[in-house]
């Protein structure tokens, strides 16, 4: 099985075919304010923020909404938040955004706002308070929605148990499983009891980390994960693009030159661009290549505001 090179991402040759979609993501919620600064600055030292903005996360968030923007179905099974102004207003953005669910708000609890700082080379750094109240919640969620779902996202940072009771959900009512996990490139085994059981697999690999990020190791990667029995497996390079495998396909691609804002939300909304091009029935060349122009243009933008379809279906833009 070759592998596929594309440096340049085409529109998929069918875009807009008619489809139908009803996807549970499963992960915390969580507001946050997102910092711009040219770079990030050393210890005991500083530098000037250029812009700020607040979004709605965390991963599963930024995938509903990005779905929902995109004209397709989105439940989110997620933990509660205070019954105070960042509580109530997320609950507003998640309506606003046509996201289903009912967020949960809990009174005498406040909601935790979460820092990210942002920089022009791509890093992001964040700072979050536990309140374990609020995030423990999740734990609780009804996840009676999978079982009439099209695909089941999930966090694997979102806690084990829920996890576990997802996946068991999930493969009782033959829902397919996107599975966004964060693992060792050498230890990909440490997940595999729930890997082997997921329809796609996302990880990634740290762009600055140069002894390990080549298309090279990314694709042995993907191959471990899918050896573990991912039907599909996807793993992120950061500015230096993707690759992604299945049974019949390989694929590599080099993510667009765009100037970054802000990296925040890039791994999810390209999470959210696979399942888009999954539930389209497109190839995986086509999947890959729709997710990686959707997080690359979102790095124009400091928060995770999932571009336009009409921009990530014009190669020119």
């Keep these: 099985m070759g592998v596929t090179h594309q440096p340049n991402i085409t529109t998929p040759v069918n875009p807009t075919g008619v489809f139908s979609s009803n996807i549970a993501c499963l992960g915390f919620i969580n507001p946050g304010l997102a910092l711009a600064v040219a770079q990030y600055p050393p210890a005991n030292g500083g530098t000037f923020v250029q812009s700020k903005q607040s979004y709605l996360g965390s991963d599963a968030v930024i995938v509903a909404m990005a779905l929902a923007k995109w004209g397709m179905g989105a439940y989110l099974l997620t933990n509660?938040?205070?019954?105070?102004?960042?509580?109530?207003?997320?609950?507003?953005?998640?309506?606003?955004?046509?996201?289903?669910?009912?967020?949960?708000?809990?009174?005498?609890?406040i909601t935790p706002l979460e820092i990210d700082v942002c920089d022009q080379?791509?890093?992001?750094?964040?700072?979050?308070?536990?309140?374990?109240?609020?995030?423990?919640?999740?734990?609780?969620?009804?996840?009676?929605?999978?079982?009439?779902?099209?695909?089941?996202?999930?966090?694997?940072?979102?806690?084990?148990?829920?996890?576990?009771?997802?996946?068991?959900?999930?493969?009782?009512?033959?829902?397919?499983?996107?599975?966004?996990?964060?693992?060792?490139?050498?230890?990909?085994?440490?997940?595999?009891?729930?890997?082997?059981?997921?329809?796609?697999?996302?990880?990634?690999?740290?762009?600055d980390d140069v002894s390990r990020n080549d298309a090279a190791m990314a694709l042995a990667l993907a191959q471990r994960l899918c050896d573990l029995g991912a039907t599909m497996a996807v793993v992120t390079r950061g500015k230096d693009g993707c690759v992604a495998q299945s049974a019949t396909e390989k694929v590599s691609l080099q993510a667009p030159k765009v100037e970054i804002v802000g990296t925040l939300g890039a791994g999810a909304i390209f999470s959210a661009g696979m399942m888009y091009g999954y539930h389209r029935g497109w190839s995986l060349l086509e999947m890959a290549g729709f997710a990686m122009r959707a997080a690359s243009l979102k790095c124009r933008t400091l928060t995770p505001e999932p571009p336009d379809l009409g921009a990530l279906m014009n190669v020119d833009n």
């Design 121 to 207: 080379q791509g890093k992001r750094t964040w700072f979050v308070e536990q309140v374990w109240s609020l995030f423990g919640s999740i734990a609780n969620a009804d996840l009676r929605p999978i079982q009439q779902a099209s695909m089941l996202y999930l966090d694997w940072y979102a806690g084990d148990e829920i996890v576990e009771r997802a996946f068991e959900t999930a493969l009782a009512h033959e829902v397919p499983i996107y599975l966004n996990v964060e693992c060792e490139a050498q230890q990909p085994e440490r997940y595999a009891h729930w890997i082997k059981r997921a329809t796609v697999v996302q990880t990634w690999i740290n762009d």
């Design 80 to 109: 509660a938040l205070g019954d105070d102004a960042l509580g109530r207003n997320a609950k507003q953005q998640l309506q606003a955004a046509g996201v289903k669910g009912d967020l949960t708000l809990l009174p005498d609890v």
